[in-house]
């Protein structure tokens, strides 16, 4: 199993969370949002052996939307994200799934970094500035 789908979204998406609240003082999900949409573009560069590169990308960009909106009104909506995320990281790699498949997963997977950096930075960065 290749460990660079696992590791750099979580990070991606912990990293854009942390940064953006650092420079807003606040640990609003918008912003971050539009930046790693505009960062999965960078998926592109992906190993040609995954598929479809722009299928990759819009599993991506998918997965991004439907893994933050749906927190405006369900306030536990992280919590599903990051548990499918993790559920699925076990899976991804035995089988050979489409390319908008792996995308959804690596969305999911910044996403539940998104979540993870603005809880991070909202209790530990915010608070003690």
């Known amino acids: 199993m ?3 789908p696992i590791i750099i979204p979580l990070t991606v998406g912990f990293s854009i969370a942390c940064i953006f609240g650092i420079l807003e003082n606040s640990s609003s999900l918008f912003k971050p949002m539009i930046c790693l949409i505009v960062i999965s ?3 592109y560069l992906s190993p040609k052996n995954i598929g479809n590169r722009y299928e990759l990308i819009g599993g991506c960009i998918t997965s991004i939307i439907i893994g933050i909106i749906p927190q405006l009104v369900f306030f536990v909506w992280f ?3 990051i548990l499918a995320w ?3 990281t076990i ?3 035995r089988y050979n799934f489409p390319a908008f498949r792996i995308g959804i997963w690596i969305g999911l997977g910044s996403c539940s970094g998104l979540f993870i950096g603005s809880f991070f930075a909202h209790y530990f960065i915010i608070i003690h500035t």
Do not use: A, D, K, R
């Open 91 to 93: 899976y991804v790699w």
């Open 79 to 81: 919590v599903i994200v």
């Open 86 to 88: 993790t559920s699925q």
């Open 41 to 43: 573009f960078l998926l």
């Open 2 to 4: 290749p460990v660079w």
